[in-house]
């Protein structure tokens, strides 16, 4: 394989096996520590991201057999690993994606790892102990291969728009980032928020949800599940960081400065029937927050009605 071929779809199949093997057995290894006692560390402000042995844990076990089976790929995790050289396959790890939902003992969260070729996703494996039959479920796809939960095809269904008998899978602080032009209640569908955006993303795959709007999310979010929706049919697009614009998905861009490295990545995605992602790409838009844009105007009304001084700020 030259170094702008496309990768052997022969050895596709065999990443995408490995993928789907292995994020099972770090599910596995997360069953044994669910609903155990855990030391909860967080990694910013607020308790904002927490982590746990659990994630280190299951995200070192994934590094392992990576570096063992592929040792010329890169790996990207989210708990720290990063690429030791500069490699064409790049291997993006959320070892446990829900880490609130995992550590409060609600089982839904998963495994995700996405496999990239050049930034591009070319294979894709997402392990949950919740599938839709009630039970754990892989979901697992490469590039041109179609996608799979066990064994079994997943195809998403091409619905003409929203509607409340189907669910949709929005932020919970979506009303606060963002406003929908026309789109308001029951037109926007039966809303959830699961709080894993790898596990929406294969319920979208699965045709559990129709549509599901990521706001911001990391790379290690959905670096396999877009492969696991665009293989089941749906559609993907995607509006870069500080940009107006949706655009179809294709691979990420690192930003400008970040040296080509893809962990400062930052992007908003849609995901889910086609005909759907369209309509709402179309009607979404970033909310500005009006108190803060209003605020220095403001500010300059009150300053000029106190004769031009401006005004100390009060306790109330």
Not at 45 to 58: G, S
Not at 135 to 148: D, K
Not at 262 to 290: E, N, T, Y
Request: glycine letters at 12%; aromatic letters at 8%.
């Amino acid at each position: 394989m030259g170094p702008s071929e496309p990768p052997d779809d022969a050895l596709l199949v065999e990443i995408e096996a490995a993928a789907a093997a292995w994020a099972r057995e770090a599910g596995q290894l997360l069953l044994g520590r669910f609903r155990t006692k855990l030391e909860v560390e967080y990694k910013s402000a607020h308790q904002h991201d927490p982590v746990t042995v659990a994630d280190r844990e299951a995200e070192h076990f994934l590094w392992e057999r990576i570096g063992a089976r592929f040792p010329d790929h890169g790996v990207l995790g989210e708990e720290g690993a990063e690429p030791s050289r500069d490699t064409p396959f790049l291997w993006v790890l959320d070892p446990l994606d829900g880490t609130t939902n995992f550590i409060n003992g609600l089982p839904l969260w998963c495994v995700s790892v996405g496999v990239l070729w050049r930034n591009r996703p070319v294979a894709a494996a997402i392990f949950t102990p919740a599938g839709p039959a009630a039970a754990p479920a892989t979901f697992h796809a490469r590039l041109g291969g179609g996608a799979f939960m066990d064994g079994t095809r997943l195809r998403v269904p091409d619905e003409p728009e929203p509607t409340k008998a189907r669910l949709s899978g929005l932020p919970g602080h979506y009303w606060q980032d963002m406003r929908f032009r026309t789109r308001k209640g029951e037109k926007l569908g039966e809303t959830r928020t699961l709080g894993s955006i790898a596990l929406e993303l294969a319920l979208i795959s699965a045709g559990v949800l129709q549509y599901g709007v990521f706001w911001g999310p990391k790379v290690w979010d959905v670096a396999a599940g877009v492969l696991i929706v665009r293989e089941a049919g749906g559609g993907l697009l995607t509006r870069p960081d500080k940009s107006p614009h949706w655009g179809r998905f294709e691979g990420f861009v690192p930003p400008p400065d970040a040296g080509g490295r893809l962990r400062p990545w930052k992007g908003s995605i849609i995901a889910g029937c086609p005909s759907v992602v369209r309509l709402i790409a179309r009607d979404v838009a970033v909310r500005h927050h009006l108190l803060s844009a209003a605020g220095p105007l403001w500010q300059r009304f009150k300053d000029a009605r106190n004769g031009g001084a401006p005004q100390q700020p009060r306790l109330l």
